[in-house]
């Protein structure tokens, strides 16, 4: 599903982000992506979301090489990539129900299809009854679902989570996890960059380790290789 052949991303003010990584998430794999605050857990997600482009290596997601994929063709590889940030980036002035259809909106769907994703997304994360709230109603780990239902509603088979548990307390970040395990049980791949030790020791996925922008550790594969 991804695969990084030695890749590194730099910069121009002479900052090295990433330097020679190398690693492959299996389709429908779940893992996680750990390391020190600037260890460059970030750019590798946006790597993955075409936000930024690699200066060196080969990135293939679900099949595309990344690398060189025209300025044209990147709103739609990025359907197939599921975004989630640690502030899910909600728009304040519309309702949960037009958030979450936004990228299908945006997608040119009909309105008949739009509805049903939409409720079928909000469905999935408990949120349903809260389709004509507005955000910020909402607590924080309700905001965090509504930025879960809006990544998955397009169905990707891939979602990249930035630190999604970042600002939430621990029994909350429990259930953000097992909403992730939930996508991942029905063949969705996962990639998640948190800091949370704790909680994902207590999962049974593969650990990816960055320090200073290597990949020093890259887990026990849980899923087979392919």
């Known amino acids: 599903m991804i695969r990084f052949e030695a890749v590194?991303?730099?910069?121009?003010?002479?900052?090295?982000?990433?330097?020679?990584?190398?690693?492959?998430?299996?389709?429908?794999?779940?893992?996680?992506?750990?390391?020190?605050?600037?260890?460059?857990k970030s750019t590798l997600l946006n790597l993955v979301a075409l936000i930024e482009r690699p200066s060196k290596g080969k990135i293939i997601v679900d099949g595309q090489?990344?690398?060189?994929?025209?300025?044209?063709?990147?709103?739609?590889?990025?359907?197939?990539?599921?975004?989630?940030?640690?502030?899910p980036r909600l728009l304040n002035d519309c309702t949960v129900y037009d958030n979450v259809a936004l990228p299908?909106?945006?997608?040119?769907?009909?309105?008949?299809e739009i509805g049903r994703r939409v409720r079928?997304?909000?469905?999935?994360?408990?949120?349903?009854?809260?389709?004509?709230?507005?955000?910020?109603?909402?607590?924080?780990?309700?905001?965090?679902?509504?930025?879960?239902a809006r990544a998955v509603v397009n169905k990707p088979p891939?979602?990249?989570?930035?630190e999604p548990t970042g600002n939430l307390d621990p029994g909350l970040s429990a259930e953000i996890m097992?909403?992730?395990?939930?996508f991942n049980q029905v063949g969705v791949s996962v990639?998640?960059?948190?800091?949370?030790?704790?909680?994902?020791g207590r999962m049974h996925h593969r650990i990816l380790t960055l320090h200073k922008g290597r990949l020093v550790s890259a887990g026990v594969r849980f899923a087979d290789d392919e």
Do not use: C
């Open 65 to 87: 090489s990344l690398g060189k994929a025209p300025s044209r063709r990147i709103p739609y590889l990025r359907r197939h990539v599921g975004i989630i940030f640690q502030n």
């Open 8 to 40: 590194s991303k730099s910069y121009g003010n002479g900052y090295d982000a990433l330097s020679n990584v190398s690693f492959h998430l299996a389709k429908g794999e779940m893992a996680f992506l750990t390391g020190h605050s600037g260890a460059g």
């Open 191 to 200: 990639l998640i960059a948190t800091h949370d030790l704790a909680l994902i």
């Open 104 to 112: 299908l909106v945006i997608a040119g769907y009909r309105p008949q």
């Open 158 to 162: 891939l979602l990249v989570a930035d």
């Open 178 to 182: 097992s909403l992730f395990e939930q």
């Open 120 to 148: 079928a997304a909000l469905d999935k994360v408990g949120l349903l009854r809260k389709e004509k709230e507005f955000p910020f109603h909402l607590s924080g780990g309700e905001q965090q679902r509504v930025g879960i």
